[in-house]
Structure formats: structure tokens, C-alpha cells
């Protein structure tokens, strides 16, 4: 992995955009940074400035050896450990980058219908409320107050979620509260659009992958959680009969 790309996962893994890099690095412009992100710049002194924003290991960011992210002290595991236990699944301190508590809506009984689009904004800290809404739900009483509905499409989480499925997403979790094969909503790279998949976790945070629930579909391994912003998980679907 070149220089560029590992910049452009960092980045992607801190949920900014490269304008917002400008405005957080002194002396790096958003010219020079797109420089080295296209690989037409092969180095740059603020390489540690870079890791610092990013939350990354600046060995790896500048050499690619090495994990992208450094591991906790057993102090830092632990503080996470009981952040959980305490509920702190709902903390800002471990909620996905780029989270914002945004009160969705006045009315308890109901929950926003958001677009794909809507949603995969959420993660890039742009104002989803029930102004952003296609259509309303019945609310579930297991599901925050930010909590939002998305309508499944395609075929790719099939035979469990059929096109026009509605599902329920909790946008207050944390990526260390997550566990292997939870249903999530994610925004990957520069997709504009979120997508829904089945989590799978490895040894290494670096390990996670996506997959669909559907075993006839084309790709069964799909892009590692590092490229990707976590929107949500998947909580319910709501179900009329």
C-alpha cells in the first residue's frame, strides 16, 4: 500500500474531509494534501501532523509498517471495557467518528424514513434530522431517540431482508461494542450512499470485513471496516401483518 493510499484510509478511518484538513493542520493546504493523496507528492513534514488528526500510528502512515492503528495500554482496554458495562455504548467518548447526537424528532412514536444518502452523510457529521425524511414508522421502544429506518434495496442481505424491508438503526453504538455477525449500516470510502452488511471480526481491529447475508451473492468478502465510517447497527425490522 503506497503512501496515498494509506492517507486516503486514514482519512476515510477519521470521517474529514481534505477541505477540513486545511483548516485543522497549520500550513497544509487542501492543493498540497490532494497532491499527495493522488500520489503526485510522495512525502510531506506534516506526515506526523497527518497521524495526530487521523488517530493513526504516524510509523505506519509514513512507511506503511506496522498496524494503522496503535494498540491500547491495558489502562486504555480497560477504561473502554467498563465505558461499556456502564453503558458507555452510548458515550461520545467510543461512539463511531463522526457521530453527532442530533435530536431527531418531538413526536417518541415515530421514526424518520432517511434516503441511503441521508444516512451515509450521518457519518460525515452533516445534519440528519426528520427534514432528511422520505416517509415516518412507528418507533420500537428499543430504539434511541436518534434512532432512524432506512428501506432495504437489492438483493444482498436476502433471504432475511427482502427489497422494501424497512429496518431500525441505533446510531449510539460504539465500534468496541459491536460483536462478530451484528447487522450494521456503513458509509465505505467516498461512497456518498451508506450500505447495510453482516460485521465479521478477526484477531486485529484491521482484520473486520463485510459481508451480505445472501450466500448466492457475487462478493462475499467485501471491503475491510478500516476503509468504512460506522452509521449504525441494525436493530429490528419492522414488520407488518
Known amino acids: 500500500m503506497e503512501l496515498k493510499d494509506r492517507l486516503k484510509k486514514a ?6 474531509t481534505q477541505k477540513e484538513i486545511e483548516s485543522r493542520i497549520k500550513g497544509l493546504k487542501q492543493s498540497s494534501y490532494s497532491e499527495l493523496e493522488r500520489g503526485e507528492s510522495k512525502s510531506s513534514t506534516k506526515l506526523i501532523d497527518l497521524a495526530t488528526l487521523f488517530k493513526v500510528d504516524p510509523v505506519w502512515l509514513a512507511t506503511g509498517d506496522g498496524e494503522m492503528l496503535t494498540k491500547p ?3 486504555e482496554l480497560m477504561q473502554r471495557i467498563r465505558d461499556i458495562e456502564n453503558g458507555g455504548a452510548r458515550d461520545s467518548k467510543i461512539a463511531p467518528k463522526g457521530t453527532v447526537n442530533i435530536p431527531m424528532a418531538d413526536n417518541s412514536d415515530e421514526v424518520p424514513i432517511l434516503s441511503w444518502v441521508a444516512a451515509g452523510s450521518w457519518s460525515n457529521v452533516e445534519a440528519v434530522t ?5 416517509g415516518r414508522v412507528s418507533r ?3 430504539l434511541s431517540k436518534n434512532g432512524f429506518a432506512l428501506i432495504v434495496r437489492g438483493q444482498s442481505m436476502m433471504p ?3 427489497p422494501e424491508d424497512i429496518i431500525y438503526v441505533e446510531p449510539m453504538v460504539g465500534l468496541f461494542s459491536l460483536k462478530d455477525s451484528d447487522l450494521v ?5 467516498d461512497d ?8 465479521v471480526l478477526g484477531e486485529k481491529l484491521n482484520d473486520m470485513y463485510l459481508r451480505p447475508l445472501n450466500p448466492d451473492w457475487h462478493e462475499q468478502r467485501m471491503m475491510p471496516m478500516g476503509d468504512c465510517n460506522l452509521v449504525g447497527k441494525v436493530v429490528g425490522k419492522y414488520v407488518e401483518y
Open 11 to 16: 482519512r476515510n478511518y477519521a470521517g474529514l
Open 140 to 142: 420500537p421502544k428499543n
Open 160 to 162: 432475511e431482508f427482502k
Open 73 to 75: 495500554t491495558p489502562s
Open 192 to 199: 456518498t450512499e451508506a450500505t447495510f452488511k453482516q460485521l
Open 130 to 134: 426528520f427534514d432528511d425524511a422520505i
Open 185 to 189: 449500516v456503513v458509509q465505505c470510502n
